[in-house]
């Protein structure tokens, strides 16, 4: 049974280019969300999808997008990138119609911007 | 606003010795409390979840503490072992399964 995964799981950008990072979810689940994790801290809701629309967005500029695809995998495009957002992104899949479904993450990709 | 606050100390503890790790959130609406551990290179493994209706859950190793009044959260691990060497996350849910984390807490087992 293939937990979450993610795909690349390094990426060098230089400042101004565009990312697309991408998650397949854990076998059965449905809702795929997506984290950042600036290093030492803890990760940082981005926006979570569930019947490939967007449910709920955190507190980041518009510059992040994401999709979510009828087998549930989804991603997440970055534009304009800035050196800040040089970070581990983590995706997270669970059961959307289930409360407190605890969340599975991917091992992330970390993205250096330069 | 909810916010889950850790402060990002190191806990260094003997191998067989138990490890406590606190955690301090905001938002007393929250209803469900969730400890990760996450090993270098990898992302946060789920440890246990508490609902709150429940101020002690126990699971493998593990135990999980919530008092509301104070609003903190707690993470005994027994017997720690060099594979519990990690950091620890505290995160508080809200509706639709959006998690908050804390900042996180390093462990480290000694042999």
């Known amino acids: 049974d293939a937990g979450v995964t993610q795909s690349p799981t390094h990426l060098i950008k230089t400042r101004g280019q565009q990312v697309t990072l991408r998650c397949s979810p854990k076998?059965?689940?449905?809702?795929v969300s997506w984290y950042q994790q600036a290093l030492g801290q803890g990760p940082q809701f981005i926006f979570q999808?569930?019947?490939?629309?967007?449910?709920q967005r955190g507190n980041f500029p518009d510059r992040f997008s994401g999709h979510q695809f009828p087998n549930y995998s989804s991603e997440l495009n970055v534009n304009a990138l800035l050196l800040g957002d040089s970070a581990l992104y983590l995706c997270?899949?669970?059961?959307?119609?289930?409360?407190?479904?605890?969340?599975?993450f991917g091992n992330g990709t970390r993205l250096t911007v330069t | 606003g909810e916010s889950v606050g850790l402060h990002l100390p190191t806990l260094s503890v003997q191998e067989g010795d138990n490890s406590i790790i606190n955690c301090a959130y905001s938002n007393s609406a929250s209803d469900y409390f969730i400890w990760y551990k996450q090993e270098s290179g990898k992302g946060p493994q789920f440890i246990i979840d508490?609902?709150?209706?429940?101020d002690k859950r126990q699971g493998q190793r593990v135990t999980v503490l919530l008092n509301k009044t104070v609003k903190h959260l707690s993470l005994q691990i027994a017997a720690t072992q060099p594979g519990d060497s990690a950091v620890y996350f505290c995160a508080q849910g809200a509706a639709g399964n959006k998690l908050t984390f804390g900042g996180g807490t390093r462990v480290l087992v000694k042999p």
């Open positions: 508490i609902r709150s209706n429940m």
């Open positions: 076998s059965g689940h449905d809702t």
């Open positions: 999808y569930y019947e490939e629309e967007e449910r």
């Open positions: 997270a899949s669970s059961l959307g119609q289930v409360l407190n479904s605890p969340l599975h």
